[in-house]
């Protein structure tokens, strides 16, 4: 019969961890480096086998730190990137560009979920989080926040270069167009959750659809905003076409987003002081990865319907990335449903993604998983909607 005694200590750590980060918040980094520091120390005590504790945790590392780094760019990167795009003051002319009333959050979620489709999410969810920020006023609810999360990553779910998780899978060896039935679920569950989100947020705050008087836009910024979005997806698309060992060895998104910051620069200096508040989100997104990698999954249940529908709500507390890994180990998966679970499931909680992470840097309010799940309850929903979707027609793309 099974026990409480038959969970390893690491599921338990994690498990206190994350009831810690939903508690307390206000100290989430702190909590998580707790949880890490705990697991590590316990690995290093409990070690069997030929190795030690030592040897195990400095072999599990030199595997996971391209995936970590790569994060801890991409979050700083955006993050100074997300500054020019304000500076350069067009999310101030968006307003008048947008239809009024509930249906201009709704477009303002759909331009989320298209550009994530061509750009990793964390860029398409701190650019319509910027946005958002004019759009409304400055008084975004904390539903509509989840919903920009969820928007961006369900438009990553079904391109190989929309999100890490679907990168993965087209680096294993599966056919970018295998993915492109996540769009299915993907579309469905964003019918649900976007309506309601933008209804709530306008009942919150209506949109704003005057623009200043002499407002006058940064063009050349707007230009270096583009010109680094051009040098993400370029560097995104050759690295995995032609180069795809990098992925082991170079964090080469990250870095190509940074080449492109400086090489930038010279047209319009960057705040790179915004890195002072950006990296505090960071840190804590790379030690909860990094407390993930650590727990002891070998292997996931055999392939089914039923695993992969749980593996969407797993992503929500527990990085994606590690169970996209062990997933493409396994084989004998829908790739298409298992990137529409993984890439959508993490949006049901602010730290289930990394796209939630960043753009809580910009609403702090976010980090409230009390808030998150009463003001975003329709993503669950939109999940399951969206998951019994695809399962329904999928004999269409099997």
Known sequence: MFSVADIPPEFIIFALTLLGVALLHHHALSVASAGLAATALYKLLAAVGPESGGEYLAAHFAGEWVVLVNLLLLLLGFAVLANQFERSR????IPALLPGGWPGGLVLLGFVFVLSAFLDNIAAAIIGGVVAQHVFKGNVGVGYVAALVAAANAGGTGS????TTTTMIWIGGISPLELIPAFIGAGAGFAIFAVIASIAQHRFQPIGEETPQNLQVDWTR???VLLVLMAVLATNILANNYFPALEHSVPALGVGLWVALLATS???QPRWDVLNHALKGAAFLIV???LASLMPVEQLPEPSLATVFGLGFLSAVFDNIPLTALALNQGGYDWALLAYAVGFGGSMV???SSAGVAIANLYPQARSVRAWLRGGWSIPLSYIVG???MVAVRSLWR
Request: glycine share 14%; hydrophobic share 65%; net charge negative.
């Open 350 to 352: 602010w730290f289930g």
């Open 90 to 93: 067009l999310p101030e002319a």
């Open 266 to 268: 010279v047209l319009r």
């Open 288 to 290: 909860l990865v990094a």
């Open 222 to 224: 707007g230009l270096v």
């Open 387 to 389: 998951f019994t979707v």
């Open 160 to 163: 190989v270069i929309g999100d």
